[in-house]
């Protein structure tokens, strides 16, 4: 810790719903006031019109500016998140980080996810290389979550030394308590004798078409076999959500999955626990926290490819729903040899080194 306290200001999403970087600045902000700093998150998530002690509201553009200046007028460090997919939220991270400069203080950023999104790295949109120059080159520190990425930022011209690959998972993600679970998810769980989760967005990206139609192979292959669907709407990519309800009435699967919106923490690690595999479908996730708590949790994961999974994962393309299903049943039949394959790591204290860089 410093001397004195910090004042940090997180501009980020927050939950609910509990996306992967939210839950990790809960952790993050509930870490440092216990340590005595002062953080302070201006909510740019979907919940960020419904008011909340735990973060500030943003009610649009002019709100936005006016908040993000006040804080930093009154001393806050500005701690901005973005990723390579939300050109919105790569603009919401610039205006910050400039106005961190004109009260005289350069930010941090945390640029979240892995090699392969919709705008990074440099040859997925070379026409915004200067964007992410910028963005990148104002900060005194970037935060990754893996070498890989920082090997991409570097590709932009960015010195390596101010980057810093802190992986987005740390001990603290493990404590939870199990919890009573609604009444139609474990009825779900106790009648199918092997249970596939996955935490899904209806975005391209995820391809929630292609799971449901490799899903819907292997239901047709084996009658022992159910899905739990975590995640809800927001955020959604247009008709996306109608292409899956079509998908799944199309497969007359609908009695064979179960949708439940969100789950807080200590209800997600709980049904982590009781399932047969974890399901991770995105092709922009990197090295995802939620994989890496249920590598600990001893339950395995499959995942399609995106270069960064960890040792143990079994992996298939993204796009390619008959490997699903194959993978699918293959970790079902061999699940305790696949088990025992994973990649085993000890759990670091990440949430420690993050604060120390950001008191620093």
């Known amino acids: 810790m410093t001397s004195r306290p910090a004042r940090i200001l997180e501009i980020t999403s927050y939950p609910p719903p509990r996306a992967g970087w939210g839950i990790r600045v809960e952790f993050l902000k509930k870490r440092m006031e216990r340590e005595g700093h002062s953080c302070v998150v201006l909510n740019i998530g979907t919940s960020r019109a419904i008011p909340s002690p735990e973060y500030e509201t943003v009610l649009g553009g002019r709100d936005f500016l006016a908040k993000v200046w006040r804080f930093s007028q009154q001393g806050y460090v500005i701690h901005a998140h973005a990723n390579g997919d939300a050109l919105k939220g790569l603009a919401l991270a610039l205006i910050a980080e400039v106005v961190g400069l004109v009260h005289g203080r350069r930010c941090f950023l945390t640029f979240h996810a892995g090699v392969i999104q919709r705008y990074f790295p440099r040859h997925r949109a070379w026409w915004l290389a200067p964007v992410f120059w910028l963005l990148f080159i104002i900060p005194k520190r970037i935060i990754c979550n893996s070498e890989p990425v920082k090997a991409c930022i570097r590709g932009y011209g960015v010195s390596g030394r101010k980057i810093v690959p802190i992986a987005a998972f740390s001990s603290q993600y493990l404590e939870f308590t199990p919890r009573e679970l609604p ?178």
């Open 183 to 360: 009444s139609h998810l474990t009825a779900f769980l106790t009648h199918y004798p092997h249970i596939v989760f996955t935490y899904m967005r209806m975005r391209t990206l995820f391809y929630p078409v292609t799971m449901i139609e490799g899903m819907a192979r292997l239901m047709a292959r084996r009658g022992d076999v159910g899905l739990v669907l975590c995640g809800g709407r927001g955020h959604s990519d247009e008709g996306m959500g109608e292409a899956v309800d079509a998908a799944i009435r199309r497969h007359g699967v609908a009695d064979r999955i179960c949708q439940v919106d969100d789950l807080d923490h200590d209800a997600f690690l709980t049904v982590l626990q009781r399932s047969t595999l974890y399901l991770r479908t995105p092709i922009t996730d990197g090295v995802a926290s939620s994989v890496l708590e249920s590598m600990a949790l001893g339950v395995p994961v499959v995942a399609c490819e995106n270069g960064t999974r960890p040792r143990g994962v079994v992996t298939y393309q993204a796009e390619d729903a008959a490997g699903l299903a194959d993978a699918v049943e293959h970790t079902i039949d061999n699940r305790a040899a696949v088990a025992a394959a994973m990649a085993q790591f000890e759990v670091p204290d990440t949430l420690a080194d993050e604060i120390a860089l950001l008191t620093s």
